[in-house]
């Protein structure tokens, strides 16, 4: 049996993916796989998830150059979780142009961003020419 | 508005949750919440969750004595996945009775359990008398 049999992709064919930097321990980002995304994940050593948006294999990176490296890939006692520990290229994981995804933290029954914008996405994302 | 009117609950009323250890960083599980599990989370300072398989709040802990002790509420980018950081009481956070759920680790196409099982979960989940 292959290993990707033995993952348990929900009803729509995907599986969520927590994202995780190496050696920091940050939590970056979470995302969605499927099967041919978990494949290429292993086969590239690069995250590529499932757009749900877009419908469509999503090589992360491709746009911003801030492709994930992967360092390792762990599945949960359930197997319908996956986790990734990859080393994130330019330091930057969300789309804000902050360093990870998780930029809002409840104070006092208010979500309060505490991560600065590293990047402008309009410098992250440009039209080609 | 209320914090939790700024949370993203998906079709089923849910929002995927991140449980990540305080201290060593590692990412204990993932589970889910609707919007009471999140505000109870938020109000007694013990992670609650949304069981989906029993279809009702899951006090986390409450049959194991394993429970969370937040210590962060994040939110992400996109305001659809909660990142909680947590001190996990027993050092048990998985029900196979392991520090965590990720011990399965993907090597050369196969996954490799890496993680020992600290208390056999037949002593954890004792029947009431």
Redesign the interface.
Known sequence: M??LD?VNFDADGLI?V?T?EHG????L??AWMNREALRLT?ESNQAVYWSRSRNKLWRKGEESGHTQIVH????????D?I?LNVKQVGGIA???G?HN??????EN???RTDQPVIKNPEDIYKPLA
Chains 1, 2 share one sequence.
């Open positions: 292959s290993w033995q969520p927590v995780q920091t321990g940050k939590v980002m979470v292993n390792e890939i762990r599945l949960d006692c359930d197997e979780v986790l969300c789309h804000t902050r995804c998780f930029f809002k933290k409840l029954e208010q979500w």
